[in-house]
């Protein structure tokens, strides 16, 4: 699968910003689409997932209550709605799909488990 993300901008802090990760493939119905992303001198970090079985969700604690993954079956794909932003917050972000199954959720974390990337999208939050 082939992934483009788009959506990041300049915020400032308490906005919304919502990226899209469209996907082209014949596989996007078979793959968990997660978002992840790096801040400048850090590593790369989980955000959030969807499933593909069931559309399941999981947000990284550091998000959770304030953005929130969904996808668009029909139009290939998934979003990442981002609320109550913070300056923190800031960093590329970078939508990854996977093939994988489990039903353990640290799979979907790391970086190596995915098979598929998007270029990456930047969001900045200011104070």
């Known amino acids: 699968v082939q992934l483009q993300a788009s959506g990041g901008g300049l915020v400032q802090a308490g906005g919304s910003l919502r990226l899209s990760c469209a996907a082209s493939g014949r596989t996007f119905s078979s793959s968990t689409i997660s978002w992840f992303r790096q801040a400048p001198g850090k590593e790369r970090e989980f955000v959030a997932a969807i499933k593909r079985s069931g559309g399941s969700t999981i947000h990284a604690d550091s998000v959770k209550g304030r953005f929130t993954i969904s996808r668009d079956i029909a139009k290939n794909t998934v979003y990442l709605q981002m609320n109550s932003l913070k300056p923190e917050d800031t960093a590329v972000y970078y939508c990854?799909?996977?093939?994988?199954?489990?039903?353990?959720?640290?799979?979907?974390?790391?970086?190596?488990?995915?098979?598929?990337w998007g270029q990456g999208t930047q969001v900045t939050v200011s104070s």
């Open positions: 990854a799909a996977t093939l994988r199954t489990s039903i353990s959720s640290s799979v979907y974390y790391r970086t190596s488990s995915y098979d598929s």
